[in-house]
Every structure is written in structure tokens, then in C-alpha cells.
């Protein structure tokens, strides 16, 4: 399974990937370079600026921070993880090939979240959940530790993505019907 993160910088594909570690081996590639940590089955993530890296298969893409969206909209993969507080990747994915994931502060939102302190963030599935192996994932609220210096986006994707892989660790195995 790969994960495509498409962002101009490293800060969304660093935290999704060591995030990851804690339950899957993760190789990550980038541009400069290759490298892989974890244990568990392997997940090949990918950074890249460009939405052309997408191709045709089953990926998880997960938009970050750049402008120009458009050339991924026909592209066919399993789902997109996107910002919905993110007027271009919203108006972009809007007439989208594939399922979209949104991640924002409303109960519309996918994945949202109910609170937020310095120490800890509740996140929400606003709605039932298909993960890519089948498995359903029922609509729950999870407090999760949360540093306010890390965006709340990264954390909610992080979450998205782990779920959609069929995350096994403590946290989120009760979550799987």
C-alpha cells in the first residue's frame, strides 16, 4: 500500500510517516533520497510537490500545501485525505474520480475534532468508515495526546491514514467492526 503525500515541504509527510512507525515498516522516498524505519508490514510513502507522482492504483493520496491541484483530478486511486478548510483543494476535488476524506473542524467534516487543550485533542469520525482492506469503522470521538506547537490538519490525517490501513495498535483496534 503507498501513501502519496503532495506538499511543497516535509513537515505533513514527516509527521504521517512517524506516526506510521509505531505500527508498520515505513519507507519513505523523497527527493533527497531513501530511507526505512519501523516494524510490521510495509508501507511505501512518497513526497512529492508534483500530483503527476499519483498514479493509477490503489494509493492513499494526502493533500498538503501547494497551489496547483488540477492535474490530479482525473487521476484514479482509493481515496484522498484533503483540508477542508483549504478553498483550492476543496473547489479541486469537487467534481474528484475517487472518494474524498475531509478533515476540518465541522461535524460535515469526515474527521473533525470536539476539543482541543495544550495537552490533548479529541478527535471525531463524523461517519462510518470503509478502510481499504473492507473493514468498517463505526463513527467514535478518541482523545489523543496533542502538542499545540503540531497542526491540528496533520494530526487529524494521521489519523485518517492509519485508519485506512487497518492500523492495529491499542489505540485504534477497537475501533474496527
Given at each position: 500500500?503507498?501513501?502519496?503525500?503532495?506538499?511543497?515541504?516535509?513537515?505533513?509527510?514527516?509527521?504521517?510517516?512517524?506516526?506510521?512507525?509505531?505500527?508498520?515498516?515505513?519507507?519513505r522516498f523523497t527527493k533527497?533520497?531513501?530511507?526505512?524505519?519501523?516494524?510490521?508490514?510495509?508501507?511505501n510513502m512518497v513526497l512529492?510537490?508534483?500530483?503527476?507522482?499519483?498514479?493509477?492504483?490503489?494509493?492513499?493520496?494526502?493533500?498538503?500545501?501547494?497551489?496547483?491541484?488540477?492535474?490530479?483530478?482525473?487521476?484514479?486511486?482509493?481515496?484522498?485525505?484533503?483540508?477542508?478548510?483549504?478553498?483550492?483543494?476543496?473547489?479541486?476535488?469537487?467534481?474528484?474520480?475517487?472518494?474524498?476524506?475531509?478533515?476540518?473542524?465541522?461535524?460535515?467534516?469526515?474527521?473533525?475534532?470536539?476539543?482541543?487543550?495544550?495537552?490533548?485533542?479529541?478527535?471525531?469520525?463524523?461517519?462510518?468508515?470503509?478502510?481499504?482492506?473492507?473493514?468498517?469503522?463505526?463513527?467514535?470521538?478518541?482523545?489523543?495526546?496533542?502538542?499545540?506547537?503540531?497542526?491540528?490538519?496533520?494530526?487529524?490525517?494521521?489519523?485518517?491514514?492509519?485508519?485506512?490501513?487497518?492500523?492495529?495498535?491499542?489505540?485504534y483496534s477497537k475501533m474496527?467492526?
Amino acid at each position: 500500500m503507498d501513501v502519496a503525500v503532495i506538499d511543497d515541504g516535509e513537515e505533513l509527510f514527516s509527521y504521517i510517516a512517524d506516526g506510521l512507525e509505531k505500527s508498520f515498516y515505513v519507507r519513505r522516498f523523497t527527493k533527497s533520497g531513501l530511507w526505512a524505519s519501523g516494524e510490521g508490514r510495509t508501507v511505501n510513502m512518497v513526497l512529492s510537490n508534483e500530483p503527476d507522482i499519483l498514479v493509477n492504483g490503489s494509493r492513499i493520496a494526502v493533500l498538503g500545501g501547494i497551489s496547483d491541484y488540477k492535474r490530479m483530478r482525473h487521476r484514479v486511486f482509493s481515496c484522498c485525505i484533503a483540508d477542508s478548510t483549504s478553498d483550492i483543494q476543496m473547489d479541486t476535488l469537487l467534481c474528484s474520480d475517487f472518494p474524498v476524506i475531509t478533515c476540518g473542524c465541522s461535524a460535515m467534516d469526515t474527521f473533525s475534532y470536539t476539543s482541543v487543550t495544550d495537552d490533548f485533542l479529541t478527535i471525531s469520525l463524523n461517519r462510518r468508515l470503509v478502510t481499504l482492506s473492507g473493514r468498517v469503522v463505526q463513527p467514535f470521538e478518541l482523545p489523543r495526546p496533542f502538542r499545540s506547537d503540531k497542526k491540528i490538519y496533520n494530526v487529524l490525517a494521521l489519523t485518517a491514514v492509519s485508519l485506512l490501513l487497518d492500523d492495529d495498535n491499542q489505540e485504534y483496534s477497537k475501533m474496527y467492526s
